[in-house]
């Protein structure tokens, strides 16, 4: 079946049609449409309304219009709906994770360790008012009292990837509304239906109308949130050109904009290690959410006197894992599009091409589920060069290659000497070894023994060089920075000794 056909057998499953979320409302769109797939059957199971420039324009007001209530609205008030969704997103993420099985492919338990994460930032946002008070000082002048607070920006944009459908909205979101601020949330076209499903959430937790709005679109919508006035600040997550093209377009609009891209992660294992354990890291980091992870091991950087014992540990791991659909008992579902499944195939066959080993070849059609669906098995390449395409460029897919190394110093040299900079991990039993990654290394977020370190919610996320544009991570403190402005307030009261002609500069 072709990628633009609708399934409406399986269509009764799903919404035929997924709508925006615009002034506490599902609204159809009145534009363009995409077909929204169920990759596990190779089928289209609904269409998603992309968005034209007036009806981003449409949200942004609705958005702008709910704001002044909003920033005002009492602090006890506010966290009392935080908490309120914290306890809903609980008692209902299995809902959840259905839905995002059924569009992204993930299996079920992948999907519920996603909302697990996601939960991690919407208790982050319940402690609100100890993270944007401000501070006050008394008497830095006789008399003089000088304090700042910490303001929201007004409506902040948020764009998200395809391949965590509510943990990246849910990076964002809860903090930016704790902070105050109205929300347009524009999901993936690929994977909308979790957005519009937390909005409605949202209002049951008593979020007013319009402080949290989700516009389904393509680049005429993000284009729109990066160049319109009333947006004050974007938060953008997906492939490194996008969040370049973000990053400069936003801030040449005088935005805000934090823009986290692609990755290319990669683990070092060094001769000490406990290869079992590491075998076990390599594959679960590898292959979990079929690779399309941003945080997933993408290289395996084995210094030579372990790789081939490594590498036939890995492979024979490997033959455990069961790839098929993800409502059913499988692993690892399926890649997210017909033509996404097609490119990663077409890394496998340049790895190959360019001089690689094909130790386990993915490209084999028996998986448990339907053969329509955009399969790709676990794939583990050895001695791949690292001129060629398969190892320079983000796969993206459930493809583990390994490359050899003399020593822990060429393997510093070859993670500093890529461009992205994400995430990567070391696996040793010398602490002092991995004392010296840890200092040395040039990556925003690493492990040790750890294969994703994908930081806890009261912390922050976010990657280094390539892989992220602009100031400000995702979640922890750094986010409630992000999201609100300080503004300094110098007072005095009034007394007649402060009268007196003065036009000298104000000193302390
Ligand atoms: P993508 O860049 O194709 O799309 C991301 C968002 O940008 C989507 O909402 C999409 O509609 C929009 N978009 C796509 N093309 C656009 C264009 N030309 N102009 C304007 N907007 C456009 O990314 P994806 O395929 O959805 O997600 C996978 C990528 O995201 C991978 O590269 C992955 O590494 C990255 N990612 C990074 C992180 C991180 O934290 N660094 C987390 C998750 C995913």
Redesign the pocket.
């Given at each position: 079946m072709t990628e633009t056909a609708v399934d409406t057998a399986n269509a009764a499953a799903a919404p035929t049609s997924i709508p925006h979320w615009i002034a506490g409302r599902r609204q159809e769109g009145s534009n363009r449409t995409a077909p929204v797939f169920n990759p596990a059957l190779g089928t289209a199971v609904s269409e998603v309304a992309l968005a034209s420039a007036d009806e981003v324009g449409e949200a942004i007001a609705t958005a702008k219009a709910a704001f002044p209530a909003w920033r005002d609205l009492s602090i006890a008030k506010r966290q009392s709906i935080m908490f309120r969704f914290r306890e809903l997103i609980v008692s209902r993420k299995d809902e959840l994770a259905q839905i995002i099985t059924r569009e992204h492919g993930k299996v079920h338990s992948d999907a519920l360790g996603e909302i697990a994460r996601a939960i991690e930032v919407v208790e982050l946002a319940t402690a609100f008012p100890l993270l944007t008070k401000g501070e006050y000082s008394e008497n830095a002048s006789t008399g003089v009292d000088v304090y700042s607070l910490r303001q929201p920006l007004g409506v902040v944009g948020i764009?998200?990837?395809?391949?965590?459908p509510a943990m990246?909205p849910l990076w964002f979101a809860p903090i930016a509304l704790a902070s105050g601020n109205c929300v347009v949330l524009?999901?993936?076209?690929?994977d909308p239906s979790a957005s519009v499903w937390i909005a409605e959430l949202y209002q049951e937790a008593g979020l007013p109308d319009g402080v949290l709005t989700v516009v389904h679109g393509?680049?005429e919508a993000?284009?729109t949130l990066l160049t319109h006035p009333d947006v004050e600040a974007v938060s953008f997550?997906?492939?490194?050109p996008?969040a370049q093209?973000?990053y400069e377009t936003g801030s040449k609009h005088g935005k805000r904009v934090q823009a986290?891209?692609?990755?290319k992660n990669h683990m070092l294992v060094l001769p000490d290690a406990d290869l079992d354990v590491t075998a076990d890291a390599a594959v679960n980091a590898g292959f979990g959410s079929a690779g399309e992870r941003?945080m997933a091991i993408s290289v395996v950087v084995a210094v030579d006197t372990i790789a081939d014992e490594l590498a036939a540990k890995i492979a024979e791991k490997m033959g455990a894992i069961r790839t098929g659909d993800g409502t059913r008992d499988n692993d690892m579902g399926p890649l997210i599009t017909g033509a996404h499944r097609d490119k990663v195939a077409g890394y496998i066959q340049t790895a190959a091409d360019d001089g690689a080993t094909l130790l386990v070849d993915g490209r084999d059609p028996e998986v448990d589920g339907d053969p329509n669906g955009f399969w790709i098995k676990p794939t583990l390449i050895d001695k791949v060069p690292t001129d060629s395409a398969a190892y320079k460029e983000?796969i993206?897919g459930p493809v583990l290659s390994i490359v050899r190394v003399a020593s822990y110093e060429e393997g510093l040299e070859l993670i500093n000497s890529n461009p992205y900079g994400?995430g990567t991990a070391i696996f040793t039993n010398d602490g002092g070894a991995a004392r010296r990654f840890q200092n040395e290394v040039q990556v925003g977020m690493v492990g040790i023994n750890v294969p994703i370190p994908v930081p806890v919610g009261y912390h922050s996320?976010g990657?280094w060089k390539q892989?992220?544009f602009g100031q400000g991570k995702?979640y922890g403190k750094h986010a409630y920075d992000f999201y609100t402005r300080e503004k300094v307030v110098t007072s005095r009261w009034l007394d007649p000794s402060h009268g007196g002609l003065n036009l000298g500069f104000p000193s302390n």
């Open positions: 764009i998200s990837p395809f391949n965590f990246v524009k999901p993936s076209e690929k393509d680049k993000v284009d997550v997906g492939s490194t996008i093209y973000v986290l891209g692609g990755a941003c983000e993206f994400n996320f990657g892989s992220i995702a």
